[in-house]
């Protein structure tokens, strides 16, 4: 790898690199009436080599200039790094999937002694995990002697983020059991562990821990218990939870709402839709999609009408959640009354919408309807569309469809 990075240096112009050398430091201060010493020449010098490697994570465009030369460049020229240099490399790498380039950054940290420094370790630890490497990420982690508690929350996170729960509760076990407080951020990753598991006893064990400890519960703490107790199957803790917490934002009401038509309780959902002090789209999407997925065609193009003449307007997830219960219910008519205010407001312009309307109209018996919009569709990806049409082409009477494609 290392090889291939030098080969790609020696091809690139060396002018790209000149910001790196002294002079041009010095033209840049000559007006200082203060002259520079040897330490403001370094210092400068380091804040342009970091500011490259940053504005190359910015850009997101890694293959033309990869920011592994520019790590080269500066220690040919006798560069030292700061945590600031690998912090900003690591986060360029992260956006082009660069893992033995991320080593071999890993490897530097170590040998330069910044592996000890916290806000490094913790973009280490991003970054292994950002590609899927728990394990590497967990080495980083432990590498630390005395891991604060954002590394400690860094962790956990990353856990629950890549679906190993257990995992993140045993490592929440051992940092209370080292006398590291958590605070909201670290609770909701706890939480969200105990929903992923769903069991409910640990889910109601750590809301426990939360109320004894006087740890704040702000609204995303509030949302996430909700979802985790209705994930863990008890409803009725979490609408007992909602009643009780006074952090009622609308996203907090949302998470109610969804949890309700989650377990088939429209009542209580459109009961929750109705005393909302203030809705979004969320909230409108959530109550049309609740109907349309278990049949109620009439109350869900009701609410549908009543958000055209709100003050939100239907976008295309509404337009893909409700496609998409009138396709799993056989809905034709409704489906194509979805179809024509689509076109009639000029809402599938980019084609977003061809795959989801071609599945209905398969899957609702209207073959040839579906085929047309097929036909006529040029941005979508093909093979999409096409496996929309052979799965709903599986009717006995229209096999020479199926054929055909």
Request: charged letters at 20%; one cysteine or more; aromatic letters at 10%.
């Amino acid at each position: 790898m290392r090889a291939c990075i030098q080969q790609r240096f020696h091809q690139l112009p060396h002018t790209r690199f000149s910001f790196l050398h002294p002079p041009r430091i010095h033209a840049y201060t000559v007006e200082n009436p203060t002259a520079p010493s040897r330490e403001d020449y370094a210092y400068a010098n380091v804040f342009l080599w970091n500011t490259m490697i940053r504005k190359q994570a910015e850009n997101g465009d890694i293959t033309r200039d990869p920011p592994l030369l520019y790590y080269i460049q500066g220690l040919r020229t006798g560069l030292g790094p700061n945590g600031q240099t690998f912090m900003y490399l690591l986060k360029a790498l992260v956006s082009g999937k660069n893992v033995n380039e991320g080593e071999e950054v890993h490897a530097s940290v170590v040998r330069t002694g910044f592996a000890s420094r916290e806000f490094v370790s913790g973009a280490l630890l991003g970054f292994y995990v950002a590609n899927g490497f728990i394990g590497q990420a967990r080495q980083v982690f432990d590498e630390m002697p005395q891991p604060g508690l954002v590394l400690w929350t860094l962790m956990i996170m990353a856990y629950v983020c890549l679906t190993h729960p257990g995992e993140a509760l045993e490592l929440f076990r051992t940092m209370r059991g080292v006398s590291v407080m958590p605070d909201m951020v670290a609770v909701a990753a706890v939480v969200s562990a105990s929903g992923l598991l769903g069991d409910l006893g640990i889910a109601k064990t750590i809301h426990c821990f939360i109320e004894k400890s006087g740890v704040e519960v702000d609204a995303f703490v509030s949302s996430t218990l909700i979802n985790t107790y209705g994930e863990c199957g008890s409803l009725t803790d979490a609408y007992r939870f909602f009643q009780e917490t006074a952090m009622k934002n609308t996203v907090v009401w949302n998470t109610m709402i969804h949890q309700s038509l989650e377990h088939n309780n429209l009542d209580l959902g459109k009961q929750l839709f109705d005393s909302m002090p203030e809705r979004d789209v969320a909230s409108w999407n959530s109550m049309i999609r609740g109907f349309a997925n278990v049949g109620q065609y009439e109350e869900a193009l009701a609410l549908f009408h009543d958000m055209e003449i709100s003050v939100f307007r239907p976008n295309t997830l509404t337009l893909l959640s409700t496609l998409s219960a009138w396709a799993s219910h056989g809905a034709l008519e409704a489906g194509a009354w979805i179809h024509s205010y689509v076109n009639n407001n000029d809402l599938n312009r980019d084609g977003s919408l061809d795959s989801s309307l071609i599945d209905m109209y398969s899957k609702c018996g209207d073959i040839a309807k579906a085929i047309q919009i097929f036909e006529v569709s040029q941005k979508r990806p093909l093979h999409m569309d096409i496996d929309h049409m052979r799965f709903g082409n599986a009717w006995p009477w229209e096999e020479s469809s199926v054929l055909i494609l």
